[in-house]
């Protein structure tokens, strides 16, 4: 899929989970849990000992049983993690800052990714180096105050809120409400305490109920 047609998925979806453990086979439950919810786009950061082997797992899952899936990488910190995480096939990936040689890289072998920004000038920085969908990272800090005041500068630049944001439909309702893009939403919708024993099919219940509050308030 090509780099417009992803970033329109995560558009369109308004929502991306994202999610690190190190058991695979409750990372599997996991993606499981939210796909039944009918999430489409999924990212799995790379925060554990296991990240890239429960990727490339995950990978080969959703190439067998999901194939609609967009599964993306977060925490991406340097070229070489980029490097590695496109060679196990990821989608998209995702990074909580603006690294110069992420760039370039993704650039070359024209892999969506979706930097970290933090100020004005990190978010021209991305878009002056072709990168139009930007995440707001940490949201809790930087408020639904400060997305209100910088989307008028920036009226090309989609924004992905992560960091802060809740599946509280306040919460939720104040981000879209200010020219959100997207949230992202990590362990107020995905415990970090997942195990074998959790209630799966509550978290597909969960999130069935984030999707359609957030068709309420989605751009």
């Known amino acids: 899929m090509s780099k417009i047609n992803v970033l329109n998925e995560v558009k369109s979806a308004a929502v991306l989970p994202l999610f690190y453990n190190d058991s695979l086979e409750v990372c599997k439950n996991i993606v499981k849990a939210l796909y039944n919810a009918g999430i489409r786009c999924i990212e799995f950061t790379n925060r554990g000992k296991n990240a890239l082997d429960n990727f490339k ?86 408020s639904p105050s400060f997305v209100s005041a910088v989307k008028p500068l920036f009226p090309e630049i989609e924004f992905l809120i992560t960091g802060g944001v809740t599946t509280e439909e306040e919460n939720i309702k104040k981000w879209f409400a200010v020219g959100a893009t997207a949230v992202g939403l990590g362990s107020n919708l995905i415990s970090n305490n997942w195990s074998l024993d959790s209630d799966y099919d509550q978290l597909t219940s969960n999130t069935k109920a984030v999707l359609e509050l957030i068709s309420k308030y989605k751009n």
């Open 57 to 142: 797992a995950l990978i080969e899952l959703k190439q067998n049983q999901y194939q609609d899936l967009l599964l993306g990488i977060g925490t991406i910190k340097n070229e070489n993690d980029a490097r590695v995480f496109v060679e196990a096939k990821a989608d998209f990936l995702v990074s909580p800052f603006f690294v110069q040689e992420i760039s370039d890289y993704v650039n070359d072998v024209k892999v969506p990714w979706i930097p970290g920004c933090m100020t004005p000038t990190e978010i021209q920085t991305a878009a002056l180096h072709g990168h139009f969908m930007v995440k707001l990272f940490p949201g809790n800090i930087l």
